[in-house]
């Protein structure tokens, strides 16, 4: 059984950085695609950034390119996304996904298979 747990979320003030983990278990991920979403209030969850775990390549939202990057380590079975300049509109809940087959990077949540309970990254002004 899949499993997928955020962790590092908190309350940082604008311009900060958080680094934010997804521990996955249950699977070998090495044909996954492992993805960042977020969903702030009222609005629709949306994609952040996806990595491809074997090779590495990774896909980000213009919203956050630049700021924010997604990495793996193959050996704690786990991934980061490590937030810099943050910016109050980044405040959200944040969940990590997992896709089984796909070999671009999906960017709606329809397309990923498994998903973390999520983590709240709040940005004060």
């Known amino acids: 059984q899949v499993q997928l747990v955020e962790s590092g979320g908190g309350l940082v003030q604008a311009g900060g950085s958080l680094r934010l983990s997804c521990a996955a278990s249950g699977r070998t991920f090495s044909s996954y695609t492992m993805g960042w979403f977020r969903q702030a209030p009222g609005k629709e969850r949306e994609f952040v950034a996806a990595i491809k775990w074997s090779a590495g390549n990774t896909d980000y939202a213009d919203s956050i390119k630049g700021r924010f990057t997604i990495s793996r380590d193959n050996a704690k079975n786990t991934v980061y996304l490590q937030m810099s300049a943050l910016k109050p509109e980044d405040t959200a809940i944040y969940y990590c996904?997992?896709?089984?087959?796909?070999?671009?990077?999906?960017?709606?949540?329809?397309?990923?298979?498994?998903w973390g309970q999520g983590t709240q990254v709040t940005v004060s002004s």
């Open positions: 996904a997992a896709d089984m087959s796909r070999i671009y990077y999906p960017r709606t949540m329809y397309e990923y298979d498994y």
